[in-house]
């Protein structure tokens, strides 16, 4: 069993930066990928970002060069370090956990956390 808790959101200056940070419950830890999605309102939740067991990661054309995923498998965290916001960043982060990356975009099988409101003004 996976629990997930989302941190770090809040009111950012378009330029700005944030960190979020996932924490997870599971034994399981180091087997897992984890990765971001985001959800804007009125448009569909996207992937933004994930990091595999091994830390190979994959990021959308959207979050190239500007945002970077990690883990720390000693702490069960994982962190999306976003700079260079822009007001299109604004929507809920959520983290999510999944036996594999490509498991993970496919969303049949996704751990997901309560997500936390990241909000860039212009």
């Known amino acids: 069993q996976v629990q997930l808790v989302e941190s770090g959101g809040g009111l950012v200056q378009a330029g700005g930066s944030l960190r979020l940070s996932c924490a997870v419950s599971?034994?399981?830890?180091?087997?897992?990928?984890m990765g971001w999605f985001r959800q804007a309102p009125g448009k569909e939740r996207e992937f933004v970002a994930a990091i595999s067991w091994r830390g190979n990661t994959l990021y959308a054309d959207s979050a190239k060069g500007r945002f970077t995923i990690s883990r720390d498998n000693a702490k069960k965290m994982f962190y999306l370090q976003m700079n260079s916001l822009k007001p299109e960043d604004t929507a809920v982060y959520y983290c999510?956990?999944?036996?594999?990356?490509?498991?993970?975009?496919?969303?049949?099988?996704?751990?997901w956390g309560q997500g936390t409101l990241v909000t860039v003004s212009s």
């Open positions: 999510t956990s999944a036996g594999t990356i490509a498991a993970m975009r496919e969303s049949t099988n996704n751990v």
């Open positions: 599971t034994r399981s830890f180091n087997a897992l990928a």
